[in-house]
Protein backbone atom coordinates (compact mmCIF):
# COMPACT_ATOMS: atom_id res chain seq x y z
CA UNK A 1 0.00 0.00 0.00
CA UNK A 2 1.24 3.45 -1.07
CA UNK A 3 -0.36 6.83 0.77
CA UNK A 4 -1.19 9.01 -1.98
CA UNK A 5 0.44 12.51 -0.86
CA UNK A 6 -1.21 15.23 0.04
CA UNK A 7 -4.73 12.76 0.49
CA UNK A 8 -6.01 10.19 2.94
CA UNK A 9 -6.36 7.96 -0.05
CA UNK A 10 -3.56 4.94 -0.51
CA UNK A 11 -3.16 2.97 -3.52
CA UNK A 12 -1.74 -0.59 -4.46
CA UNK A 13 0.55 -1.87 -7.19
CA UNK A 14 0.10 -5.52 -7.85
CA UNK A 15 2.08 -7.75 -9.87
CA UNK A 16 5.50 -7.09 -8.49
CA UNK A 17 8.02 -9.85 -8.03
CA UNK A 18 11.09 -8.21 -6.95
CA UNK A 19 12.24 -4.71 -5.89
CA UNK A 20 15.98 -3.64 -6.46
CA UNK A 21 17.07 -0.34 -5.07
CA UNK A 22 20.68 1.37 -5.44
CA UNK A 23 20.84 3.00 -2.66
CA UNK A 24 24.61 3.68 -2.85
CA UNK A 25 28.12 2.02 -1.38
CA UNK A 26 30.02 2.40 1.92
CA UNK A 27 32.55 0.86 3.01
CA UNK A 28 33.14 -1.93 5.22
CA UNK A 29 35.62 -0.95 7.71
CA UNK A 30 35.22 -4.17 10.06
CA UNK A 31 38.49 -6.06 8.91
CA UNK A 32 40.08 -2.77 9.95
CA UNK A 33 38.85 -2.81 13.81
CA UNK A 34 42.09 -3.69 15.93
CA UNK A 35 43.76 -1.15 13.77
CA UNK A 36 44.52 2.46 14.51
CA UNK A 37 42.63 4.25 11.54
CA UNK A 38 41.22 7.65 11.20
CA UNK A 39 38.04 7.95 8.71
CA UNK A 40 36.06 11.03 7.95
CA UNK A 41 32.82 10.72 10.01
CA UNK A 42 30.62 11.49 6.77
CA UNK A 43 32.32 9.99 3.84
CA UNK A 44 33.97 7.22 5.60
CA UNK A 45 36.77 8.12 3.51
CA UNK A 46 40.48 8.57 5.16
CA UNK A 47 40.59 11.67 6.80
CA UNK A 48 42.85 13.30 4.80
CA UNK A 49 41.11 12.70 1.48
CA UNK A 50 37.60 13.56 3.06
CA UNK A 51 38.02 17.45 2.04
CA UNK A 52 39.47 16.85 -1.76
CA UNK A 53 36.23 14.26 -2.56
CA UNK A 54 33.45 15.66 -1.08
CA UNK A 55 30.93 14.84 -3.41
CA UNK A 56 29.05 18.68 -2.55
CA UNK A 57 32.06 20.19 -3.93
CA UNK A 58 33.86 17.66 -6.57
CA UNK A 59 33.38 15.18 -9.10
CA UNK A 60 35.74 13.18 -10.48
CA UNK A 61 37.23 15.36 -12.63
CA UNK A 62 38.05 17.76 -10.19
CA UNK A 63 39.99 15.87 -7.27
CA UNK A 64 43.47 16.84 -7.56
CA UNK A 65 46.08 14.18 -7.59
CA UNK A 66 46.71 12.38 -4.47
CA UNK A 67 49.27 9.82 -3.10
CA UNK A 68 50.64 7.81 -0.02
CA UNK A 69 50.39 11.47 2.35
CA UNK A 70 46.54 11.96 1.73
CA UNK A 71 46.26 7.71 2.33
CA UNK A 72 47.54 7.54 5.31
CA UNK A 73 46.70 6.17 9.01
CA UNK A 74 47.81 6.53 12.46
CA UNK A 75 48.77 2.59 12.42
CA UNK A 76 52.43 2.82 10.70
CA UNK A 77 52.88 1.53 7.34
CA UNK A 78 48.85 1.08 6.39
CA UNK A 79 47.46 2.79 3.45
CA UNK A 80 43.78 2.06 2.18
CA UNK A 81 43.98 2.59 -1.60
CA UNK A 82 40.70 2.18 -4.17
CA UNK A 83 37.78 2.56 -3.91
CA UNK A 84 37.66 1.89 -0.05
CA UNK A 85 39.76 5.30 -0.04
CA UNK A 86 36.57 7.05 -0.77
CA UNK A 87 34.47 5.72 1.57
CA UNK A 88 30.97 6.83 -0.11
CA UNK A 89 32.20 9.79 -2.07
CA UNK A 90 30.89 7.94 -5.66
CA UNK A 91 33.47 9.97 -7.77
CA UNK A 92 36.39 7.42 -7.42
CA UNK A 93 38.22 7.11 -10.83
CA UNK A 94 40.16 3.14 -11.44
CA UNK A 95 42.79 5.72 -12.91
CA UNK A 96 42.65 7.53 -9.81
CA UNK A 97 43.30 3.80 -8.15
CA UNK A 98 46.20 3.17 -10.17
CA UNK A 99 48.17 6.21 -8.94
CA UNK A 100 47.45 5.70 -5.77
CA UNK A 101 49.11 2.38 -5.83
CA UNK A 102 51.75 3.26 -7.16
CA UNK A 103 52.66 6.50 -4.82
CA UNK A 104 52.29 4.01 -1.69
CA UNK A 105 54.33 1.62 -3.14
CA UNK A 106 56.83 4.09 -3.15
CA UNK A 107 56.36 5.17 0.38
CA UNK A 108 56.47 1.33 1.15
CA UNK A 109 59.73 1.14 -0.86
CA UNK A 110 61.27 4.23 1.15
CA UNK A 111 61.11 6.08 -2.07
CA UNK A 112 59.52 9.19 -0.59
CA UNK A 113 60.29 11.11 -3.16
CA UNK A 114 58.75 9.00 -6.04
CA UNK A 115 55.46 8.45 -3.78
CA UNK A 116 55.10 12.34 -3.04
CA UNK A 117 55.54 12.90 -7.15
CA UNK A 118 51.78 12.60 -7.68
CA UNK A 119 51.11 13.33 -12.07
CA UNK A 120 47.82 12.32 -12.42
CA UNK A 121 45.90 14.14 -14.49
CA UNK A 122 42.22 13.70 -14.73
CA UNK A 123 40.39 14.82 -17.63
CA UNK A 124 37.15 17.16 -17.08
CA UNK A 125 34.48 15.23 -19.07
CA UNK A 126 30.82 15.42 -19.46
CA UNK A 127 30.46 12.38 -17.22
CA UNK A 128 32.09 13.61 -14.42
CA UNK A 129 31.72 17.31 -13.94
CA UNK A 130 28.81 18.94 -12.72
CA UNK A 131 28.21 21.61 -15.89
CA UNK A 132 25.29 20.21 -17.32
CA UNK A 133 24.06 23.02 -19.12
CA UNK A 134 27.22 22.46 -21.93
CA UNK A 135 26.56 20.60 -25.43
CA UNK A 136 27.17 17.30 -24.51
CA UNK A 137 27.84 16.69 -20.95
CA UNK A 138 25.62 14.53 -19.18
CA UNK A 139 22.26 15.43 -19.58
CA UNK A 140 22.97 18.55 -22.43
CA UNK A 141 21.56 17.99 -25.96
CA UNK A 142 23.80 16.24 -28.78
CA UNK A 143 23.69 17.61 -31.96
CA UNK A 144 24.05 14.11 -33.72
CA UNK A 145 22.10 11.04 -32.25
CA UNK A 146 23.97 8.38 -31.40
CA UNK A 147 23.28 4.33 -30.90
CA UNK A 148 24.78 1.44 -29.07
CA UNK A 149 25.09 -2.00 -30.19
CA UNK A 150 22.57 -4.06 -29.46
CA UNK A 151 19.85 -1.71 -29.10
CA UNK A 152 16.22 -2.45 -30.51
CA UNK A 153 15.00 -1.48 -34.15
CA UNK A 154 13.97 1.96 -34.09
CA UNK A 155 13.91 4.83 -31.95
CA UNK A 156 16.69 4.80 -29.21
CA UNK A 157 15.10 5.29 -25.47
CA UNK A 158 16.47 5.80 -22.42
CA UNK A 159 17.02 2.76 -20.22
CA UNK A 160 14.35 1.37 -18.79
CA UNK A 161 11.39 4.17 -19.74
CA UNK A 162 10.05 4.40 -23.05
CA UNK A 163 10.88 8.02 -23.69
CA UNK A 164 12.93 8.64 -26.84
CA UNK A 165 16.46 9.78 -25.97
CA UNK A 166 16.95 13.32 -26.49
CA UNK A 167 20.87 13.75 -25.04
CA UNK A 168 23.74 12.10 -25.19
CA UNK A 169 23.50 10.40 -21.60
CA UNK A 170 19.39 10.20 -21.20
CA UNK A 171 18.95 12.12 -18.11
CA UNK A 172 16.80 14.15 -19.35
Same mark, same amino acid.
Request: glycine share 10%; net charge negative; aromatic share 4%.
Given at each position: ???? !???? *????????????????? =?????? $??????????? $?????? $???? #?? +??? &?????????? &???? /? &?? !? +??????? *????? =????????????? *?????? /????? #??? *????????? !? @?????????????????????? !????????????????? +?? @???????
Amino acid at each position: MIPE !EGSD *AVSSITGIDEIVCSTGS =RPNLDM $LRELRIRTDAW $LESTEA $LAPL #ID +PNL &HSCGTVRPHG &HREL /A &HP !E +PGFYIVG *AKSYG =RAPTFLLATGHEQ *ARSVAA /ALAGD #IAA *ADDVRLELP !E @TGVCSTDFGDDGGCCGETSEKT !ETVGEPEGEPTCGCDSQ +PR @TSSACCA
